[in-house]
C-alpha cells in the first residue's frame, strides 16, 4: 500500500486496568479502518487496580504515549486533544461517568470522536448492569454471536436504542493451532484473582494441582499467574497463589509461572481454569480446554457459562487421562472462531467505524440511557465517584479541575496514592479475614 493511501488515525484509549488495558489497546488496533496508520495514546485512569510498569511490559501492547490521570484530568485532555477514536476500556460505572463527562466536554465541539466500548472477556454476571452503563458509546461491542444477541436484548427491553451493538470477537485470540502433545506433555492452570475467594476453595484446587505433578511426574505441571503479591489487576486478589504454595512441600516437575499468556500456551498440552478468559484463547488454538466442575457449576464461579461446551469436568477425571472434546456450535457461537473466520470478526465494526468518521457535519452528541431524568436515585452516585456533578461537570474541589498540579501537590498525591493502595490491597484483606474468625 503506498504511502500516500494510508490514512493517519489517532486514537485514545482509557483503561483502569491491565487486562483492560490489554483489551482496549488491541481492540483499538483491530477495529481501525483498513489501511490506517495508528496513532496510540493511552490513558491509564488512577485506582487501586492502575497497572504496574511490570505489568504493562507482560501485556505486550505499545502505545505511542502513556500516562497515569484522573477523571477529570483525563476530561480535560479529551477537551484539548483531537482523537479520531476513543475506546473506554472500563468497568461500566468508569464508562457511564466518562460518557456524561465527555458529553458536557464536547457540547460546543462540532466534530467529536467515535467512542467504541465492550467487555474484557466472558459476560456471565450483570449484565443488564453493565450493558446500560455502557449505553451511549457508538459501538457497544460484543464479543460474540451469543453476547451480541443478549445485548440488543436488553437495550431493546428496556427501549434504549440498540444500533451500537456490534459483534466482534476478543482482541488477543491468536497463535498458532495446536498440533500435538509437546516433550514434557506440559498441564497449565490458569489462576485468576477472585475465582475462587474462599481460602478453602483455593487450597483446595492448589492441592489437585501439585497431587496432579506427583501422579504424572513425567508431565510438567505450571501454576500460571496473573501478578505478584502486592500487584492488583481487575480484580482483587486477597489470597494469592503465591503465598499458599510456600506452605507446600512442591513437587520438582511443578513451577510457579507468569508472562504473556500466549506465550504460556504455546508449550501447553492440557489448559485447566475453573472460568477464565484464557479458556476461550485454548479453545481458539484447539488446544484441550477444561473447565473445572469440583467446585460445582454456578453463577459466583463463572463457570455456568460453559455449559454445552464439553469442556466441564473434574481433576479425578483429568487425572485418569479424561481428554475434553469442545462442542463445535458452541464454540462458534463464543467468538473463538476456531473454525479460521477470526480474520473477518472485525469488519463489521471498521465499517461502522469507517462509516461514522465520514459522516457530514460529524457525529451528534453522545445519548446515555441513564440520565438525570431516568436514574435520579443511581446516576448521581456514579459520576460523583469519579468527581462529576450530574450534568457531567467537575465537582468543586475535583483535582486537577482547573490546572496541572504543582511540583509539591505531585508528591503530596504520589504519598497518597500509594498509601491508599497499601490501604486496599494489604490492610483491607486483613480486616476482612480477622472479621470471619
Known amino acids: 500500500m503506498p504511502a500516500s493511501a494510508t490514512k493517519s488515525l489517532r486514537v485514545a484509549v482509557l483503561a483502569d486496568s491491565d487486562t483492560r488495558w490489554k483489551w482496549g489497546a488491541l481492540t483499538a488496533h483491530r477495529i481501525a479502518p483498513e489501511h490506517s496508520d495508528v496513532h496510540l495514546d493511552g490513558y491509564l485512569l488512577r485506582g487501586r487496580a492502575t497497572p504496574t510498569a511490570r505489568q504493562l511490559g507482560e501485556v505486550g501492547v505499545r502505545a505511542d504515549s502513556l500516562r497515569e490521570v484522573t477523571a477529570v484530568e483525563f476530561l480535560r485532555a479529551m477537551r484539548e486533544e483531537s482523537y479520531d477514536i476513543l475506546v473506554l476500556a472500563l468497568v461500566g460505572g468508569g464508562a457511564q461517568a466518562m460518557l456524561h ?5 464536547w457540547e460546543d465541539r462540532p466534530q467529536r470522536p467515535v467512542v467504541v466500548t465492550g467487555y474484557v472477556g466472558v459476560v456471565y454476571e450483570k449484565l443488564a448492569d453493565g450493558l446500560l452503563l455502557r449505553h451511549g458509546a457508538d459501538l457497544v461491542l460484543a464479543n460474540s454471536r451469543q453476547d451480541a444477541d443478549r445485548f440488543r436484548a436488553v437495550y431493546e427491553g428496556v427501549g434504549a436504542d440498540a444500533s451500537s451493538v456490534t459483534e466482534v470477537a476478543l482482541p488477543f485470540l491468536g497463535g498458532a493451532a495446536y498440533e500435538g502433545e509437546h516433550d514434557p506433555y506440559t498441564v497449565v492452570f490458569a489462576a485468576q484473582p477472585s475465582v475462587p475467594e474462599s481460602r478453602k476453595d483455593r487450597a483446595y484446587l492448589l492441592d489437585r494441582l501439585v497431587q496432579h505433578a506427583r501422579r504424572h511426574p513425567g508431565r510438567e505441571v505450571l501454576l500460571k499467574l496473573r501478578s505478584k503479591p502486592g500487584e492488583h489487576t481487575t480484580h482483587i486478589e486477597e489470597l494469592p497463589y503465591q503465598k499458599l504454595a510456600q506452605r507446600l512441600d512442591l513437587p520438582a516437575n511443578f513451577r510457579l509461572v507468569y508472562g504473556h499468556m500466549g506465550e504460556v500456551l504455546d508449550r501447553t498440552d492440557l489448559l485447566v481454569t475453573v472460568s477464565s ?12 480446554t477444561v473447565v473445572l466442575t469440583d467446585l460445582g457449576i454456578r453463577e459466583s464461579l463463572g463457570n455456568h457459562h460453559f455449559v454445552g461446551s464439553g469442556c466441564l469436568a473434574s481433576w479425578d477425571q483429568l487425572d485418569d487421562g479424561h481428554r475434553p472434546v469442545p462442542d463445535a456450535e458452541w464454540v462458534a457461537r463464543q467468538g473463538v472462531a476456531a473454525e479460521g473466520s477470526y480474520g473477518t470478526a472485525f ?62 501537590r505531585q508528591i ?14 494489604r490492610v483491607a484483606p486483613v480486616i476482612r479475614r480477622m472479621g470471619e474468625l
Not at 478468559?277 to 484441550?288: M, N, V
Not at 469488519?347 to 467505524?353: L, S, V, Y
Not at 503530596?412 to 490491597?425: D, I, K, L, S
Request: charged letters at 20%.
Open 101 to 105: 463527562g465527555l458529553k458536557r466536554v
Open 347 to 408: 469488519d463489521a465494526a471498521r465499517e461502522r467505524i469507517a462509516e461514522l468518521l465520514g459522516r457530514p457535519g460529524g457525529l451528534p452528541p453522545l445519548t446515555p440511557y441513564y440520565t438525570p431524568v431516568t436514574a435520579p436515585g443511581y446516576l448521581p452516585g456514579i459520576l460523583a465517584r469519579h468527581h462529576l456533578g450530574p450534568d457531567g461537570s467537575p465537582l468543586p474541589g475535583a483535582p486537577a479541575a482547573d490546572k496541572e498540579p504543582g511540583p509539591v
Open 277 to 288: 478468559t484464557a479458556a476461550l484463547e485454548s479453545l481458539h488454538r484447539r488446544i484441550p
Open 412 to 425: 503530596v498525591r504520589r504519598a497518597a496514592r500509594g498509601a491508599y493502595r497499601h490501604g486496599v490491597q
